[in-house]
């Protein structure tokens, strides 16, 4: 049984071996909500897959709230159409006096009602985005943005490399990484499984699987996928569609009924009910750096 199961609160140091992060303050906990974190390799598609997903959520008549969490506030234009301000943005014209800010200040309605934040980071070199990401979630419980809400859907910047960017996961229920069918993205998803294996031991989240994005193929992801113990759930094709709506600055649910516009939002909403209805926690084993090479590295 782990501490938190326990409910002893987790000090520094506790949190995965090696970590010093602080455990969340409990009372900002999202709660009523089920509460997805994508992550991935930086560029693979997390916020086109954010999105989309958010959007199929929005289409089986789920409330949705997407957090983007990366300094370029792009995770959820496609959904507003343009860039919102974020949570560090509002929080600094206000002197960092949350008590003045109204829930319109930084929750932006886009596409099919999804509810859009954009938290913002730190200057680079500067500051955590773990407390940015802890900020964001204490004001939408202040002003109860997460009481009438189904779905959460975290889209975090780039691959796991500290506590700061590991923090959605003391929120979410099911992590999602997205991947391509290459050695990079793989790489960086062994990474992240180790990163979600870590906080697993002291908070609910659990893997879900991961969804092949942008690729004709899956041999690779599957390969691995085998070694590991892990699922792929889902598999965006490599169609211009999805190049396009980002230009277009619409998610797919708003593009013209073309060919492979309609296999990405078939596939996005079956993914959507696949994880609305549950999916079994996975506990795959993430390789050593050397056993990755030689599964996936050069001959």
Not at 5 to 26: A, F, N, Y
Not at 41 to 52: A, F, L, M, R
Not at 94 to 100: A, C, K, L, N
Not at 279 to 290: C, I, K, N, W, Y
């Amino acid at each position: 049984m782990s501490p938190l199961d326990k409910g002893i609160p987790l000090l520094k140091g506790q949190d995965g071996e090696g970590s010093v992060q602080v455990q969340q303050d409990p009372s900002a906990q999202i709660q009523g909500a089920k509460v997805f974190s994508v992550y991935g390799k930086g560029g693979i598609g997390k916020s086109t897959t954010s999105s989309n997903l958010s959007a199929a959520f929005a289409k089986l008549g789920k409330r949705v709230l997407q957090i983007g969490c990366d300094p370029k506030h792009d995770s959820t234009f496609t959904l507003t159409g343009t860039l919102v301000p974020t949570v560090i943005d509002i929080l600094k014209e206000v002197d960092f006096h949350p008590e003045e800010l109204r829930a319109e200040d930084f929750v932006f309605e886009g596409w099919g009602g999804v509810k859009c934040v954009e938290a913002g980071g730190p200057p680079a070199g500067t500051g955590c985005g773990g407390y940015v990401v802890g900020q964001t979630v204490k004001l939408l419980k202040q002003h109860h943005m997460l009481e009438d809400t189904d779905v959460v859907i975290f889209d975090v910047l780039g691959d796991v490399v500290c506590g700061g960017f590991a923090a959605p996961l003391q929120h979410a229920d099911r992590a999602l990484i997205v991947t391509a069918n290459d050695f990079d993205s793989i790489y960086a998803m062994n990474r992240i499984i180790a990163a979600v294996q870590a906080k697993s031991a002291n908070y609910k989240v659990r893997l879900a699987g991961c969804i092949a994005n942008r690729s004709h193929e899956t041999n690779e992801v599957d390969r691995f996928c085998d070694r590991v113990g892990f699922s792929r759930i889902g598999h965006m094709p490599d169609v211009d569609a999805l190049r396009r709506s980002r230009l277009k600055k619409m998610t797919l649910f708003e593009m013209p009924d073309e060919e492979d516009v309609l296999i990405c939002r078939a596939e996005y909403l079956r993914l959507a009910q696949t994880l609305w209805n549950g999916t079994e926690p996975q506990m795959p084993a993430p390789l050593p750096d050397r056993e990755i090479f030689e599964l996936l590295g050069f001959d």
